[in-house]
């Protein structure tokens, strides 16, 4: 079982693309940057489901991201966040 | 922000109310989540993931106006047709002899 590319607290942004099948990550995320709080467990590529078997599986990272970074003109409390889960394939380190 | 994927991807946008009441699950209902958790088991199709890209195939319109287990049911035909698991023709005989059926027993 492969390692994980990412660790908990690196810096990672969420890719801005739009395969045209189910995919786990909603508009508002995608191009954001966040930070990884916990790597999660795997499981199998939610696109390569699409009349096949998920395989092979990818991992999953739970990232924050702040709310003032996802919303214009945020007016919750400072230092609210979104808590997400991505797979391991939409995410790319961010220096 | 990205543009949404599909009707479904909603997040950020302006919504109405939300409809809070109770409501009981239809005894059809049931019966299309169990199609679903076999059809899952048995391998026919591959993971919930399957069944959501079905769902979010759905024209707007259709994703609007059916409701949670309509959409659900709409999905495993087409992933099942899709898979070839079974035809076009096959449901829409089966769809038919229902209908027949029903109306037969007064409760179409």
Redesign the interface.
Known sequence: MSEPVFQVGQRVRID?R?P?????V??????KIGIVERVCGLH?E??K??????KPPQRIYRVLIQQDK??ESYEGTQGDKLEIEIFEHWLESVE | MSEPWGPHDLGGQEGGPIDLAEHDTAYWEWQIDAMVRLSLKKGLISDFAELRDGIEQLTPDDYGSCTYYERWAKSLAYTLVSRGVISEEQLSEKIAAVKARQEAEGVA
């Open positions: 801005d739009t045209p099948v189910h995919h786990r909603p508009a508002y995320a995608k191009g199998g939610p696109e489901f699409i009349r096949g078997d998920g996802l919303w």
